[in-house]
């Protein structure tokens, strides 16, 4: 198995119009844990967006028009390719993605959840019957866009990847992927091959990857191309930002799901246990480099020392190193970049005063869990998404004060709240500015059918079962008229 992370993986080319095209221009696709090159990845730019987007188009009405069972039945074949072949994906995850096995393996039996998911949703209502003040048949029918944009992200490559799509195929759209410059095997190329088994037709599915020096000129096709209906973006808010922007102004629908700055919030009466396991899992759960990860850990004063106590000594317990070796919990950083951020945070945070209960030691790309208590709102790491494995703990004495701390972001994602007391909870979750809320749960929490998605700069639009639908799918207005309607008798 550790011969297997380590050896160098041959990519067959981008996948367009159900065809494998080798590149005459590749880029270093990077091992994060040790920089060996886990693979030289296909480099493409607006040509091969371009002829990916056509490909797509071309393929669009037939697919669009295939019965809703077929279009189910093949979301379910693309299940059981997936998920014969997930030992595949984890080993990609692990070596091309620094991720935990353990990490790895959620993603694959998760993605594989997804399509079937995708699968029932056809069997839902696609409309409905309306009223009408003349006798007509009146009726709201959802239809399929067209050819849609997914570009996704590098920390889970499997799950965001195929939650961007999977509804959007389902519902009769064609699809142009780009993976991450930083994952475009397990995020991208992987799902290619899976794809083509399942017998997807051709050009229903395309890949397009490159390199972070190509991704504006690639990103900009993808978004702006005319035939490009709509966008499925997850990643960074100033990038998500930039792709909102671009979308309206061509007037496409565009879903984005951004950054977070979420929190725990433990109230007096919390089981200790599960506040202290959410916490951990929330705050280093892949290195923090979730978009729902605890960066904040909010604790009622009076149970704040003990809590903070256990927080460190579960946390201290978590290993740190490579990923080929499968009790290391918490493996690198992406990239040199994401190491810098996550330094800067800790480093400004400390000359402003903040302690340090743990960690705060960064070796090449690698972080060590890290908590900071006397966090104040003028530190970077109060204000700023980390995306790291950095945690702040802060006590707070009543409830109010805790939605105060919470919603003191321009992020509103996710959060978490640890009580006995489900009414409290609930009262509180109704003043929270996030897109989700989990009572006696991490803030990490995702289902395939569920709506996903955030408020305020974590994005706009919703991922997951019929929201997904909604989203990519086109609402037309179908009447039949039976009561003969009579136009005025000047015409």
Not at 203 to 225: I, P
Request: with cysteine; hydrophobic share 40%.
């Amino acid at each position: 198995m550790l011969d297997d992370l380590h050896r160098t993986k041959t990519l067959r080319g981008m996948y367009i119009g159900g065809e494998w095209r080798p590149s005459a221009r590749t880029f270093d696709d990077v091992n994060p844990s040790d920089g060996s090159i886990f693979a030289k990845a296909p480099e493409g730019g607006r040509a091969e967006a371009r002829a990916a987007i056509e490909a797509a188009q071309r393929a669009f009405p037939a697919w669009s028009a295939r019965p809703f069972h077929e279009r189910a039945h093949a979301m379910l074949k693309i299940a059981d390719v997936w998920e014969r072949r997930a030992p595949d994906f984890v080993a990609a995850a692990q070596s091309e993605g620094g991720g935990w096995f353990g990490k790895g393996m959620f993603e694959a039996g998760y993605v594989a959840e997804v399509f079937r998911a995708a699968a029932g949703v056809c069997y839902g209502p696609i409309g409905e019957v309306l009223p009408s003040e003349h006798g007509k048949v009146s009726t709201a029918v959802r239809y399929p866009m067209g050819v849609v944009s997914v570009i996704s992200p590098w920390n889970m490559p499997g799950i965001l990847t195929s939650r961007g799509f999977a509804f959007p195929m389902a519902a009769g759209n064609t699809i142009v992927l780009k993976p991450s410059e930083d994952t475009p095997y397990a995020g991208g190329l992987f799902f290619a091959e899976v794809l083509e088994e399942a017998g997807i037709p051709a050009g229903v599915f395309n890949v397009v990857t490159c390199s972070r020096d190509n991704v504006q000129e690639m990103g900009d096709e993808l978004v702006e191309n005319p035939l490009v209906k709509g966008i499925s973006f997850t990643g960074s808010t100033p990038v998500g930002r930039q792709i909102a922007a671009r979308a309206g102004a061509h007037l496409k629908k565009a879903c984005v799901e951004l950054g977070g700055k979420d929190s725990l919030i433990v109230l007096e009466d919390a089981d200790m246990d599960r506040a202290t396991s959410a916490a951990s899992f929330g705050s280093f759960m892949h290195q923090g480099q979730i978009c729902m990860s605890v960066e904040k850990v909010l604790v009622q004063e009076s149970v704040y020392p003990e809590f903070l106590r256990r927080f460190v000594e579960r946390a201290a317990r978590l290993k740190t190193g490579n990923v080929a070796d499968k009790s290391n919990v918490i493996g690198p950083m992406i990239n040199d970049r994401q190491v810098a951020r996550v330094k800067h945070q800790i480093e400004d945070a400390l000359a402003k005063g903040a302690k340090l209960a743990l960690g705060g030691t960064v070796r090449d790309r690698f972080v060590e869990p890290t908590i900071l208590t006397n966090v104040t709102p003028d530190m970077a790491v109060w204000q700023d998404e980390t995306f790291g494995p950095v945690a702040v703990v802060v006590p707070f004495r009543t409830d109010a004060e805790a939605i105060a701390l919470n919603n003191d972001t321009e992020y509103g994602l996710s959060a978490g709240i640890i009580t006995a007391d489900e009414d409290r909870a609930l009262a509180m979750a109704a003043r929270l500015e996030t897109g989700m809320c989990h009572v006696n749960c991490s803030s990490i929490n995702d289902e395939p059918h569920v709506p996903f998605g955030g408020t305020k700069a974590s994005g706009v639009g919703r991922h997951g079962g019929r929201w997904s639908m909604e989203t990519f799918t086109e609402t037309r207005w179908i009447t039949l008229d039976r009561g003969g309607r009579p136009f005025p008798p000047v015409f």
